[in-house]
């Protein structure tokens, strides 16, 4: 199938075209139609499918259909709520490459950076709005955006809103939605919480789901077996004598991609971390820098898996396995991305054998393996090295209320100021 094939106005399929693209992903096929037909829609979908577009593309078409055009203040018609700045910045670039034709204005509000010109465009009027949750609320609570005129409402990346403690911000911004609109509701799994919200606000969904081997199957992965402490070794290694102009590199905490960071650059490597501890303005200027090749290698954490889209991004990097399996898919989702291929390699030490064994699970396939010469894993070198003080953990915005919490008596009681005096003393 081909994009003219779909409905699109001519505006849009100018607009695509541009961007080099003829047929569409499998869930652009098959979600643009159910959205132009004006049904919610409930679809599953792993990044890198192209489920942007998948719904960027129809909004903009029903939304041009029935634009009016107004000279003064422009209620806001439409809402994508996301979970990252990054994927917010992402999603708003979409909106803008493909609405470059049409007399529709957008704009992206998230926290991290000065709340007044959010403010300023908002005042000027847009027809579009991608937000954060945070940041929106605020909007709203100090009455500088009205929500109260919405035709589209959009919640990407779900299943990450829910893992970032989002749900009760998610429902007081319902609240302030009009009861009549079409819902577009995006996540890569479906867990009981997840179709609990979806049963709250979805009307009849339609639902769609793309498989995760259709996800994945542009980006040739390969586990590099290696000890410990030699995997900043054979990173460095890798990176130096291959022909990598960028390159991708994941870690589980901040503290480790900091790290990460500081030993590259030691190697002669140039190199950014991203993750939350790190302020917009240089997140975003890592990004940029990475993006110009003014730097060849981007250390993040998992919270940027999402929402980092980089084009024509060859290879991804595992220099550690995350502990939950779906965040493997996130990560390798960067490349490969909108039928291009890529490649992503896993540094994986004997301790992490576990978590491998998990994501082979998932994606019900074995991913092959391939010794390094020089860096062949070796027990002496598992003995030797000495264990890491878990100074991180995998980031995460706020808790998780889904997860399991220990009893009061389990956490034990804090410490009275007598004792951290004499903690302190000692």
């Not at 909106?95 to 403010?119: A, D, E, H, M």
């Not at 079409?182 to 009849?204: D, M, P, R, V, Y």
């Not at 990176?239 to 102009?245: A, F, V």
């Given at each position: 199938?081909?994009?003219?094939?779909?409905?699109?106005?001519?505006?849009?399929?100018?607009?695509?075209?541009?961007?080099?693209?003829?047929?569409p992903?499998?869930?652009?096929?098959?979600?643009?139609?159910?959205v132009?037909?004006?049904?919610?829609?409930?679809?599953?979908?792993?990044?890198?499918t192209?489920?942007?577009?998948?719904?960027?593309?129809?909004?903009?078409?029903?939304?041009?259909?029935?634009?009016?055009?107004?000279?003064?203040?422009?209620?806001v018609?439409?809402?994508?709520?996301t979970?990252t700045?990054?994927?917010?910045?992402?999603?708003?670039?979409?909106?803008?490459?493909?609405?470059?034709?049409?007399?529709?204005?957008?704009?992206?509000?998230?926290g991290?950076?000065?709340?007044?010109?959010?403010?300023?465009?908002?005042?000027?009027?847009?027809?579009?709005?991608?937000?954060?949750?945070?940041?929106?609320?605020?909007?709203?609570?100090?009455?500088?955006?009205?929500?109260?005129?919405?035709?589209?409402?959009?919640?990407?990346?779900?299943?990450?809103?829910?893992?970032?403690?989002?749900?009760?911000?998610?429902?007081?911004v319902?609240?302030?939605?009009?009861?009549?609109?079409?819902n577009l509701?995006?996540?890569?799994?479906?867990?009981?919480?997840?179709?609990?919200?979806?049963?709250?606000f979805?009307?009849?969904?339609?639902?769609?789901?793309?498989?995760?081997?259709?996800?994945?199957?542009?980006?040739?992965?390969?586990?590099?077996?290696?000890?410990?402490?030699?995997?900043?070794?054979?990173?460095?290694?890798?990176i130096?004598?291959g022909?990598?102009?960028?390159?991708?590199?994941?870690?589980?905490?901040?503290?480790?991609?900091?790290?990460l960071?500081?030993?590259?650059?030691?190697?002669?490597?140039q190199?950014?971390?991203?993750?939350?501890?790190?302020?917009?303005?240089?997140?975003?200027?890592?990004l940029?820098?990475?993006?110009?090749?003014?730097?060849?290698?981007?250390?993040?954490?998992?919270?940027?898996?999402?929402?980092?889209?980089?084009?024509?991004?060859?290879?991804?990097?595992?220099?550690?396995?995350?502990?939950?399996?779906?965040?493997?898919i996130h990560?390798?989702g960067?490349?490969?991305?909108?039928?291009?291929t890529?490649?992503?390699?896993?540094?994986?030490?004997?301790?992490?054998?576990k978590?491998?064994?998990?994501?082979?699970?998932?994606?019900?396939?074995?991913?092959?393996?391939?010794l390094?010469?020089?860096?062949?894993?070796?027990?002496?070198d598992?003995?030797?090295?000495?264990?890491?003080?878990?100074?991180?953990?995998?980031?995460?915005?706020?808790?998780?209320?889904?997860?399991?919490?220990?009893?009061r008596?389990?956490?034990?009681?804090?410490?009275?100021?007598?004792?951290r005096e004499?903690?302190?003393?000692?």
């Amino acid at each position: 199938m081909k994009f003219d094939q779909l409905g699109l106005s001519a505006e849009l399929l100018r607009a695509v075209n541009d961007q080099g693209y003829t047929s569409p992903t499998p869930v652009q096929e098959k979600s643009i139609p159910v959205v132009l037909e004006g049904h919610d829609i409930l679809a599953g979908a792993q990044t890198g499918t192209g489920k942007t577009a998948g719904f960027t593309l129809p909004m903009l078409h029903l939304m041009q259909k029935n634009h009016v055009e107004r000279h003064h203040q422009r209620p806001v018609r439409a809402l994508v709520l996301t979970p990252t700045r990054e994927l917010a910045a992402q999603i708003g670039e979409s909106v803008s490459t493909y609405g470059k034709y049409l007399p529709l204005r957008s704009t992206v509000v998230f926290g991290g950076v000065g709340i007044n010109p959010q403010i300023e465009k908002l005042k000027r009027g847009v027809d579009i709005l991608v937000a954060t949750p945070g940041r929106l609320l605020d909007l709203a609570n100090q009455r500088k955006v009205d929500l109260s005129k919405i035709e589209f409402f959009v919640l990407d990346e779900a299943d990450r809103m829910l893992d970032m403690g989002f749900i009760h911000d998610i429902r007081r911004v319902l609240k302030l939605l009009p009861r009549q609109r079409q819902n577009l509701l995006f996540s890569a799994t479906f867990s009981k919480e997840i179709k609990q919200l979806a049963g709250g606000f979805l009307n009849s969904p339609v639902f769609v789901e793309v498989a995760r081997n259709e996800a994945t199957h542009q980006v040739t992965q390969v586990v590099h077996p290696v000890s410990k402490s030699k995997k900043r070794a054979l990173l460095s290694h890798l990176i130096s004598d291959g022909e990598w102009q960028q390159v991708l590199v994941f870690t589980k905490t901040k503290h480790g991609a900091n790290r990460l960071t500081k030993q590259l650059e030691s190697d002669g490597i140039q190199a950014a971390a991203i993750h939350g501890n790190k302020s917009q303005t240089a997140r975003t200027k890592a990004l940029a820098s990475f993006k110009k090749g003014g730097i060849r290698v981007l250390v993040a954490t998992d919270i940027a898996a999402r929402g980092l889209d980089i084009d024509q991004l060859p290879h991804v990097v595992n220099f550690e396995l995350p502990h939950v399996a779906e965040d493997y898919i996130h990560r390798i989702g960067r490349t490969g991305r909108a039928g291009r291929t890529g490649k992503a390699l896993s540094l994986v030490c004997g301790e992490e054998d576990k978590l491998l064994r998990g994501i082979e699970r998932l994606m019900k396939k074995s991913i092959p393996s391939a010794l390094i010469a020089g860096f062949e894993p070796r027990p002496e070198d598992e003995l030797q090295a000495q264990p890491e003080q878990q100074r991180g953990r995998p980031e995460h915005r706020r808790h998780n209320p889904h997860s399991p919490r220990k009893p009061r008596s389990a956490r034990g009681r804090r410490p009275g100021r007598r004792e951290r005096e004499a903690r302190k003393a000692s």
